[in-house]
């Protein structure tokens, strides 16, 4: 089935560790979202791409990095992961030259202690 | 993108129509009018877009004025699995920059 999968599916991570968080289409979208969502707020926008080989900064880009080395994937590093990134994430894509609606993957909750 | 402003929260009768509005006064004349709904924690999905006419497709229908500053969705028969928070967002036809998602409403059906 065509969609979005993300992985791990939850995590509780140590304070201080690396963590990277996993988002693979295979819808052949151009562009593809990084959100994170905390208790009982809105999406915040961390990172996104465009194209394979762009990112750009989102909202709140702080403590993440990117990278989109192909069209299919997407992973959001916390090279150092805090408490304060304790939060629900959400991967994205979405084909830009169309205009088509954004397709979101079922969320990555993260607990960092 | 234009920036959109939604009230923060709406009740609605089970089997009645929810009208959820949406003010976008600074929408530009490439920007189209998207909505996605968000139920529980599951991931936002989405529901409809506009450009100026207004649509229809099976979830709902979009209404936009006709100078563009406002729309609204409109779920003709609401049910308990309605229940969510729905977003208003614009922006332009073939924009490859962000995606950018405000507060929304959160809508509540009520038996």
């Known amino acids: 089935i065509a969609g979005i999968t993300q992985a791990p599916t939850s995590q509780i991570l140590a304070a201080g560790r690396r963590m990277t968080l996993r988002c693979t289409q295979d819808m052949r979208h151009n562009a593809m979202y990084w959100y994170r969502q905390d208790l009982g707020l809105g999406l915040r926008l961390i990172h996104y791409s465009n194209t394979a080989g762009t990112t750009g900064k989102g909202e709140v880009p702080d403590g993440y990095s990117v990278s989109r080395a192909n069209t299919d994937d997407f992973p959001l590093t916390l090279a150092s992961a805090v408490p304060s990134q304790t939060s629900v994430y959400f991967c994205?894509?979405?084909?830009?030259?169309?205009?088509?609606?954004?397709?979101f993957g079922q969320g990555t909750r993260l607990t960092v202690v | 993108d234009a920036k959109t402003t939604q009230p923060p929260s709406m009740d609605c009768a089970e089997g009645r129509a929810a009208n959820l509005p949406c003010n976008h006064s600074t929408i530009s004349g490439n920007e189209y009018v998207y909505w996605y709904r968000q139920i529980h924690s599951q991931g936002p999905q989405y529901i409809i877009h506009?450009?100026?006419n207004n649509e229809t497709n099976e979830m709902a229908s979009l209404i936009i004025t006709e100078d563009r500053k406002s729309s609204t969705l409109i779920l003709p028969h609401a049910t308990l699995r309605d229940t969510a928070v729905y977003y208003c967002i614009v922006r332009a036809f073939h924009n490859t920059d962000k995606l950018i998602f405000g507060t929304g409403t959160r809508l509540q059906v009520f038996p």
């Open positions: 994205a894509s979405s084909d830009t030259s169309r205009g088509t609606e954004a397709f």
């Open positions: 506009g450009l100026k």
